[in-house]
């Protein structure tokens, strides 16, 4: 199984980036598929995740401003990530998972780089 993740990138505060992650390896619709990101010196935190069904979560600081989606044609799943702010800079991860209660995940990406400054 690989997850390959692409999109990051460095920009201005309230810019935008699309994170993508394309799956391999797995059979993609059964998977719960989630965004995290780690900033340097702090844990690492999920940020969004997509259920099989369409049902989607957001941690609270990115609600509103960041949007999961997936296309189970083309096993990707998106993170549109709208009015950045510097506290978004981490590195994000991809992740998939077969636990529906979203604790334990499979498989990870290797992660992107998202740095947002002025």
């Known amino acids: 199984v690989q997850l390959q993740a692409s999109g990051g990138g460095q920009v201005q505060p309230g810019h935008s980036l699309r994170l993508s992650c394309v799956a391999s390896?797995?059979?993609?619709?059964?998977?719960?598929m989630a965004w995290f990101r780690q900033a340097p010196g702090e844990e690492r935190e999920r940020v969004a995740a997509?259920?099989?069904?369409?049902?989607?979560a957001y941690e609270d600081s990115v609600r509103g401003r960041f949007t999961i989606s997936r296309d189970n044609a083309k096993d990707t799943v998106h993170l549109d990530m709208n009015s950045l702010k510097p506290e978004d800079t981490a590195l994000y991860y991809c992740?998939?998972?077969?636990?529906?209660?979203?604790?334990?995940?499979?498989?990870w990406g290797q992660g992107t780089l998202v740095t947002v400054s002025s």
């Open positions: 992740a998939a998972t077969t636990d529906y209660d979203i604790v334990n995940f499979d498989y």
């Open positions: 997509m259920m099989p069904s369409g049902q989607r």
């Open positions: 390896g797995l059979t993609f619709n059964r998977y719960v």
